[in-house]
């Protein structure tokens, strides 16, 4: 057998650290190239220090449920860095905050939170959650294209449920997974949100923030930083990448392979091999921005909830608050608190230029009019604003159909995968796992056949 296959990762968010991580596995010597400084290594999984607070850049939320996710961080010697999370879960109303534990289904159940909906659309929204249960799979929702005609306002509006079930259960959960509006997004996203979040089994985190994993993974990879790919083409056995640095000469790779890791709409500006629907579905990508931020105080709130939500009834931009001392003390320093406030996607899209003092006004004087996390203004020691673009999928009706269509065209054979929970899924660290893995797995398959790659040991 002559030298290792080579395998070239367009990518350091987790989709391509976890797709060269298994293609290392099976034996190829992989390079992911990124263009971001080291700092950032993760992408949207990236975890960074600010004046002693470990801010996480985008994601924050692991579940139990993430399977692809879990597994991953034991392949990787990383299980030792977990810390349970806890699973108290809030929800503003009427200017208090109802408190659910999330950890098992008889706490949902027995909780409160639940229970305050009307029996009957409670009843409802379950019975459809069991039927789309089977067609929900982390890297590939396609399957949910049986059950994808209508926004979640138009099916409230089919199945009777009431306005405040719309606006205080379904809201929440389509503006948690995505920043978007129950108009605009399909019914099928907050079953999901359902899925992952509420019968999920509960969070856990690390000290370090979610960078735990990527940072993991990097140091156990080979790793190009501010490697900005430039083209990548298939020529005959072989793919050409070409990528450049600052200061430094056109660099040309040659690889037997390639994973494609970046958010689906940069898909068709680097790869060209591609037919005009492949492209088009990949350019409509329904991403929303995020202006987010993170406060760091001198104390911990007097809030328990590790997550509160907010419906637009109580605040039409403020949505999501991640309080990340409360899902675990290690998280933080001794004795201080870091909260993250999310704002609703068409709120960011508006405000994007808007000065980082502006911003952080507009928060304050959300929770201000909320009456809910007095904290923030008076014992804010540091505040961090991430703009983040491209930030979350939001499925409209119809896209699963779309997303059918694209993955039954797209050859796994092919010596160029696409990785990303965006291409196929939904916006979630577990999805980008499972995608990167697929992609891994298309290509050792590959290479195995053609023989590049030695067959898998028994
Ligand atoms: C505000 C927010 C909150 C979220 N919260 C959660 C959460 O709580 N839990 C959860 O599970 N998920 C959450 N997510 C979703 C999760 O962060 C993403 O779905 C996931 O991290 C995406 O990983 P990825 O590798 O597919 O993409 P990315 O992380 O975007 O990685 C793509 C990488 O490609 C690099 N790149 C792009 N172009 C090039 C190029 N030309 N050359 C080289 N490199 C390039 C980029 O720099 C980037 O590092 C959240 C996302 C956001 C924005």
New binding site residues.
């Given amino acids: 057998m002559s030298a290792k296959p080579r395998v070239v990762v367009?990518?350091?968010?987790?989709?391509?650290?976890?797709a060269a991580f298994r293609l290392q596995q099976a034996g190829c010597e992989t390079v992911v190239?990124?263009?971001?400084p080291p700092e950032?290594?993760?992408?949207?999984?990236?975890t960074v220090d600010v004046r002693g607070f470990a801010v996480?850049?985008?994601?924050?939320?692991?579940?139990h449920s993430?399977r692809e996710?879990i597994r991953l961080i034991a392949a990787a010697g990383l299980a030792g860095e977990v810390v349970p999370g806890n699973d108290l879960f809030g929800l503003v109303r009427g200017g208090r905050v109802d408190r659910v534990r999330l950890g098992s289904r008889r706490q949902l159940a027995t909780g409160g939170l639940l229970t305050s909906f009307p029996l009957g659309d409670i009843a409802k929204l379950l019975r459809d959650y069991r039927r789309v249960r089977p067609l929900l799979t982390p890297h590939d929702m396609s399957p949910m294209a049986a059950a994808d005609f209508e926004s979640v306002h138009q099916y409230a509006t089919r199945r009777g449920l009431r306005p405040e079930t719309l606006e205080y259960l379904l809201d929440p959960l389509v503006s948690g997974l995505c920043?978007g509006e129950p108009e605009e997004v399909s019914a099928a996203m907050p079953f999901v949100f359902l899925d992952?979040i509420l019968f999920g089994g509960g969070f856990f985190t690390s000290k370090e923030g979610?960078g735990f994993l990527p940072k993991g993974l990097a140091r156990q990879l080979t790793v190009e930083h501010h490697?900005?790919?430039?083209s990548v083409e298939e020529r005959g056995e072989e793919v050409a990448v070409s990528?450049h640095r600052p200061g430094e000469a056109e660099h040309l790779e040659t690889a037997a392979a390639c994973v494609l890791?970046?958010?689906p709409p940069?898909v068709p500006?680097?790869y060209g091999q591609l037919t005009a629907e492949q492209r088009e579905f990949l350019d409509d990508a329904p991403y929303a921005r995020?202006i987010?931020v993170a406060f760091g105080l001198d104390r911990p709130t007097a809030e328990r909830a590790m997550l509160v939500q907010a419906s637009r009834v109580e605040h039409p931009d403020l949505c999501a608050f991640?309080l990340e001392h409360n899902f675990s003390p290690q998280r933080v320093p001794e004795g201080t608190g870091l909260v993250m406030t999310?704002l609703r996607g068409a709120w960011s899209d508006r405000n994007w230029e808007l000065g980082d003092d502006k911003v952080v006004d507009h928060v304050l004087a959300g929770v201000r009019r909320m009456g809910i996390l007095p904290e923030l203004e008076r014992h804010t020691t540091m505040t961090h604003i991430?703009r983040?673009s491209?930030?979350?999928?939001g499925r409209r009706p119809g896209d699963y159909r779309a997303i059918a269509r694209f993955a039954a065209g797209f050859d796994p054979r092919g010596r160029v995968q696409l990785?990303?929970?965006?291409i196929l899924g939904?916006?979630?660290?577990?999805?980008?796992v499972a995608?990167?893995e697929r992609a891994a797995r298309n290509l050792v398959a590959r290479l195995r056949t053609e023989g590049t790659l030695t067959p898998e040991r028994r």
Wanted: net charge neutral; charged share 5%.
């Fill in positions: 367009v990518g350091g968010g987790i989709a391509g650290l976890s190239l990124e263009s971001g950032l290594v993760g992408g949207r999984m990236a996480n850049r985008a994601a924050t939320i692991l579940i993430y996710l920043l992952v979610v490697a900005q790919v430039t990528w890791a970046v958010p940069q500006q680097l995020s987010h991640v999310h991430w983040v491209p930030c979350l999928i990785a990303g929970g965006d939904h916006s979630t660290t577990n999805s980008s995608s990167g």
